[in-house]
């Protein structure tokens, strides 16, 4: 049987398929928009013979696990576990300036890339391995969250759980760019908050019984700023400033957001100290840091080269050179990894602009994805 030729043939099928997902926004923060489109996936996956149930959750969506029995498993093996999220980053009504679209062999669309078309290659990869073997060889769990694009954390507990009890874990993420790389590393992922309390007064009648939040925020970023590293992979980003309350008010309060990245684990407590330790240039100042490391970094372990050499052998198979990436960004990978089960990430879609406005996938890539996804499951 010419397997990829059984993916091409069904291309159309495919493109149609995460239209249909697309076309049912879903933001992360809109629990019912969520949850609609969580319940056409399910209905997918349940078509196919998977046993669907629900993780419910009273402020994000539900997230949805899907487990699939193999028809005969003579070596009894452990579930692979396939991994990804249904919500995005785009608001209700995006669709409205951003149709879903084909367009110059692409397929546009909010969330189009990350990750409605890694959902649809799970449907079809498992659909084909049940067609050619008349069942699954192997059994596979599918969990997908709702909330990932705001910090899974409503969902990394059953994630964790889930991937203590698998063999190992393919995430269907986008792939590193227009060259398909799978990412077999990615940074460590921290949010932090930094809260400055000064003291309030009439900027006019008593500006110097006042002490500026916003003034001592202003020096506090400054310092906060020179944390980052980039030859050694840290980065440190003041990215959300809050304060004051009007102009003629000398300010009692501000804030400042902070993204951080770090490309080993062994950076987190140190960097973590560093914000910690902190001082008030204005001894009439108070600082307080919340917050911490949400995802430690994913890391080329020899259980991640090992799953990557297969995927480089399956593709090779069909003349495809696959390589792998490490990136800036964080996935629901990262807690997988970090428990030392194999992972491998950015089995999804390929294209561009994540996140963006120009958000696409290559459609003539999606029948060796489908490949490459369908026979890593009988793989891991």
């Given at each position: 049987m010419d397997r990829l030729r059984y993916f091409v043939d069904r291309q159309?099928?495919?493109?149609?398929?995460?239209r249909e997902l697309t076309q049912i926004e879903s933001p992360s923060d809109n629990k019912q928009a969520v949850d609609r489109v969580a319940a056409l996936i399910a209905s997918k996956f349940e078509a196919l013979g998977g046993k669907v149930r629900f993780h419910p959750n009273n402020i994000f969506g539900d997230s949805l696990q899907v487990d699939f029995a193999a028809a005969a498993d003579p070596s009894n093996r452990k579930p692979v576990l396939l991994l990804g999220h249904y919500d995005t980053?785009?608001?209700?009504?995006?669709?409205?300036?951003?149709?879903c679209k084909m367009e110059n062999g692409h397929l546009r669309g909010p969330g189009v890339l990350d990750m409605k078309s890694g959902i649809a290659l799970m449907l079809f990869a498992i659909e084909a391995l049940k067609q050619w073997h008349g069942g699954l060889t192997r059994p596979v769990t599918v969990f997908l969250v709702s909330d990932e694009e705001v910090g899974s954390h409503s969902s990394r507990r059953i994630t964790e759980s889930l991937a203590k009890e698998s063999s190992g874990v393919l995430v269907l993420e986008p792939a590193a760019g227009v060259r398909g790389a799978v990412k077999t590393a990615r940074k460590g992922v921290g949010e932090y908050k930094l809260l400055v309390e000064g003291v309030a007064a009439h900027a006019g009648l008593d500006p110097g019984k006042g002490h500026s939040a916003i003034l001592e925020l202003a020096r506090q970023i400054a310092v906060i700023a020179k944390l980052s590293n980039l030859k050694q992979g840290v980065s440190v980003n003041p990215g959300i400033i809050q304060g004051g309350t009007r102009t003629n008010v000398i300010a009692a309060e501000a804030s400042v957001a902070i993204d951080v990245r770090i490309k080993s684990a062994k950076q987190a407590a140190g960097l973590d100290r560093k914000l910690r330790s902190l001082k008030p240039f204005d001894k009439h100042c108070k600082l307080q840091v919340t917050g911490g490391i949400n995802r430690l970094p994913m890391e080329r372990t020899p259980g991640v080269a090992a799953l990557f050499n297969r995927a480089r052998e399956i593709a090779a198979q069909v003349g495809w050179k696959l390589e792998q990436a490490s990136v800036g960004g964080g996935s629901d990978g990262n807690f997988t990894a970090g428990?030392?089960?194999p992972t491998l990430d950015g089995m999804g879609g390929v294209g561009e602009g994540a996140h963006a406005l120009h958000e696409y996938i290559v459609i003539s890539e999606l029948p060796r994805r489908a490949l490459?996804?369908?026979?890593?499951?009988?793989s891991v």
């Amino acid at each position: 049987m010419d397997r990829l030729r059984y993916f091409v043939d069904r291309q159309d099928q495919m493109v149609e398929t995460i239209r249909e997902l697309t076309q049912i926004e879903s933001p992360s923060d809109n629990k019912q928009a969520v949850d609609r489109v969580a319940a056409l996936i399910a209905s997918k996956f349940e078509a196919l013979g998977g046993k669907v149930r629900f993780h419910p959750n009273n402020i994000f969506g539900d997230s949805l696990q899907v487990d699939f029995a193999a028809a005969a498993d003579p070596s009894n093996r452990k579930p692979v576990l396939l991994l990804g999220h249904y919500d995005t980053v785009y608001p209700l009504g995006t669709l409205a300036n951003m149709p879903c679209k084909m367009e110059n062999g692409h397929l546009r669309g909010p969330g189009v890339l990350d990750m409605k078309s890694g959902i649809a290659l799970m449907l079809f990869a498992i659909e084909a391995l049940k067609q050619w073997h008349g069942g699954l060889t192997r059994p596979v769990t599918v969990f997908l969250v709702s909330d990932e694009e705001v910090g899974s954390h409503s969902s990394r507990r059953i994630t964790e759980s889930l991937a203590k009890e698998s063999s190992g874990v393919l995430v269907l993420e986008p792939a590193a760019g227009v060259r398909g790389a799978v990412k077999t590393a990615r940074k460590g992922v921290g949010e932090y908050k930094l809260l400055v309390e000064g003291v309030a007064a009439h900027a006019g009648l008593d500006p110097g019984k006042g002490h500026s939040a916003i003034l001592e925020l202003a020096r506090q970023i400054a310092v906060i700023a020179k944390l980052s590293n980039l030859k050694q992979g840290v980065s440190v980003n003041p990215g959300i400033i809050q304060g004051g309350t009007r102009t003629n008010v000398i300010a009692a309060e501000a804030s400042v957001a902070i993204d951080v990245r770090i490309k080993s684990a062994k950076q987190a407590a140190g960097l973590d100290r560093k914000l910690r330790s902190l001082k008030p240039f204005d001894k009439h100042c108070k600082l307080q840091v919340t917050g911490g490391i949400n995802r430690l970094p994913m890391e080329r372990t020899p259980g991640v080269a090992a799953l990557f050499n297969r995927a480089r052998e399956i593709a090779a198979q069909v003349g495809w050179k696959l390589e792998q990436a490490s990136v800036g960004g964080g996935s629901d990978g990262n807690f997988t990894a970090g428990m030392g089960i194999p992972t491998l990430d950015g089995m999804g879609g390929v294209g561009e602009g994540a996140h963006a406005l120009h958000e696409y996938i290559v459609i003539s890539e999606l029948p060796r994805r489908a490949l490459l996804l369908a026979e890593m499951i009988e793989s891991v």
